[in-house]
């Protein structure tokens, strides 16, 4: 199977401030990279995408950085709120199907 | 509308029965997916359908089998259930196979006493 891993498992951020999660992801034939958002109780959610032709891809107070020569992608989320917390996964895609990483837990404190 | 929906969300049972979660999507994806998250959130693909059609089986045990009666719906029946298969599933679904993204359901919490 593939691995993605992340630097972080856990992440604490006051309200208002900018987090950034990290992923290395490990097959260099990956060519499509997308960030979940997992809240509490309920099933992953689409945050952004980006695919390997790009570098940067920005959204709504998101944006995802790709770094192909060391397989690492970040995800920027800009002036954190509650909502945020989460558990964060980036997936990449060789081809096929999407492999996840184990997660990141985002807390934001008030 | 809920765009992917499991049922049951929760189900509680005892070792060694035999135990269904079901699947549907009306978003008209082709492609369907089960996945098994852990206590430590890990995401593993068991199966995938594409027009009811098994396409991705990975390294499960034969007590998990898959079933597609349509392309909206992917159930999945777990026979001889066992401590280790305590997990939440997900139900996922997408447009078709590869670089598309998917939409996940709510989860069914499998708690096996």
């Known amino acids: 199977g593939e691995s993605v891993g992340l630097h972080l498992p856990t992440l604490s951020v006051q309200e208002g401030d900018n987090s950034i999660i990290n992923c290395a992801y490990s097959n260099s034939a990956s060519d499509y990279f997308i960030w979940y958002k997992q809240e509490s109780g309920k099933g992953p959610q689409f945050i952004i995408d980006?695919?390997?032709?790009?570098d940067k891809r920005q959204g709504q107070r998101v944006t995802v950085l790709l770094n192909k020569t060391v397989k690492h992608l970040s995800l920027q989320i800009a002036a954190t709120q509650p909502g945020d917390s989460a558990v964060y996964f980036c997936a990449e895609n060789p081809g096929n199907q999407f492999y996840f990483g184990t997660g990141t837990s985002l807390t934001v404190i008030p | 509308d809920t765009a992917v929906s499991q049922t049951p969300k929760y189900l509680v049972t005892q070792m060694g029965n035999d135990k269904s979660i079901k699947c549907e999507q009306n978003l008209g994806h082709d492609t369907m997916y089960w996945y098994k998250q852990d206590s430590k959130k890990f995401l593993k693909i068991m199966f995938s359908y594409n027009n009811k059609e098994l396409i991705i089986n990975e390294t499960v045990p034969n007590r998990f089998s898959p079933k597609s009666p349509d392309k909206a719906h992917l159930n999945l029946h777990i026979n001889s259930l066992e401590l280790g298969d305590s997990a939440v599933y997900f139900c996922?679904?997408?447009?078709?196979?590869?670089?598309?993204?998917?939409?996940f359901g709510s989860g069914t919490r499998l708690t096996v006493v």
């Open positions: 980006i695919r390997s032709n790009m």
């Open positions: 996922a679904s997408s447009r078709s196979t590869g670089n598309l993204g998917y939409t």
